[in-house]
C-alpha cells in the first residue's frame, strides 16, 4: 500500500495568479495521476505525470494551464496557471493502478479563485 | 470510448439495513478492472471492492459486495448492515489499458439514516 501526501489541502486564490500543487508518494511508484473534481461532480483525468518526461494530457487539458512535474518517482506537482474562477475545483493526484492494482489517492486541494 | 453510468444520484438507506447502488459500464477492452471508491465528506478516496473482469466469482470485502454480470455490463455494489460510517459518495470506477486509465461515472451520494 501506498501513503500520498498532497498540499496545500486548500486555497483560495486571485485571479491570474498560480498555484502550485504538491503530492508526495511514501514509496516508488510507476504511474502517478492529477484528477479535477468540480464541486459535486466526478473526478476527470487531467494527465498521467511520467517520470522523466513530458505528462501526457486528457482531451481539454493543455500543459500551458496545466504543467505538471515529475522529477522522480515519489514525487509530482501540478501548477494551475492564470487562475480563473472556473478553475475553481478539487484537485486531487493520485498513485498506483498498474496491472488493476488498486489506485491510492492524496486527500485533494480544494481550490477557490476570487 | 468507455463509459460508466450510475443512475441513482442520490440513495438513502437505514441503520442496519441493505441497500444495492447500480452501475453500468461500457467498454471495448477486454482486460479491465471495476471498482468501487467512496469519497466521504473528507475527500479522501477510499478504495471500498475491487473486481477483476477475467474473474467470474463476484467480490466481497466484509460487508460490502457486487453483483458483477459481464455480458449485461453491470457492476452492482451492496452493502449490508449499514452503518452510520457508510454515508459518503460512492464511485463506481472502470481500469483500463495499459496506461491504467481510469473512467469515473458520476457518483452516488449515500445517506444512513438511523
Known amino acids: 500500500s501506498a501513503v500520498i501526501s498532497q498540499k496545500p489541502s486548500r486555497d483560495i486564490c486571485q485571479r491570474g495568479t498560480s498555484l502550485t500543487i504538491q503530492c508526495q508518494v511514501d514509496?516508488?511508484?510507476?504511474?502517478m495521476f492529477w484528477y479535477r473534481q468540480q464541486p459535486g461532480q466526478s473526478l476527470t483525468l487531467i494527465a498521467t505525470?511520467?517520470?522523466?518526461?513530458?505528462?501526457?494530457?486528457e482531451s481539454g487539458f493543455v500543459i500551458d494551464k496545466f504543467p505538471i512535474s515529475r522529477p522522480n518517482l515519489t514525487f509530482s506537482t501540478l501548477t494551475v496557471s492564470n487562475m480563473s474562477p472556473e478553475d475553481s475545483s478539487i484537485y486531487l493526484c493520485?498513485?498506483?493502478?498498474?496491472?488493476?492494482?488498486?489506485?491510492?489517492f492524496g486527500s485533494g486541494t480544494q481550490l477557490s479563485v476570487l | 470510448a468507455q463509459t460508466v453510468t450510475q443512475s441513482q444520484p442520490e440513495m438513502s438507506v437505514q441503520e442496519a439495513e441493505t441497500v444495492t447502488l447500480s452501475c453500468t459500464y461500457d467498454?471495448?477492452?477486454?482486460?479491465?478492472?471495476l471498482f468501487w471508491y467512496k469519497q466521504p465528506p473528507s475527500r479522501q478516496m477510499i478504495l471500498v471492492i475491487r473486481?477483476?473482469?477475467?474473474?467470474?466469482q463476484n467480490a466481497t470485502e466484509n460487508r460490502f459486495s457486487v453483483n458483477f454480470q459481464k455480458a449485461a455490463k453491470s457492476f452492482s455494489l451492496k452493502i449490508s448492515d449499514s452503518q452510520l460510517g457508510d454515508a459518503a459518495m460512492y464511485f463506481c470506477?472502470?481500469?483500463?489499458?495499459?496506461?491504467?486509465?481510469?473512467?469515473f461515472g458520476t457518483g452516488t451520494r449515500l445517506q444512513v439514516t438511523l
Open positions: 493520485s498513485a498506483g493502478g498498474q496491472g488493476g492494482e488498486k489506485l491510492f
Open positions: 473486481q477483476e473482469a477475467y474473474k467470474q
Open positions: 505525470a511520467n517520470q522523466g518526461s513530458e505528462a501526457t494530457y
Open positions: 470506477v472502470l481500469l483500463y489499458g495499459t496506461a491504467s486509465k481510469l473512467t
Open positions: 514509496s516508488q511508484v510507476t504511474m
Open positions: 467498454t471495448s477492452e477486454s482486460d479491465y478492472y
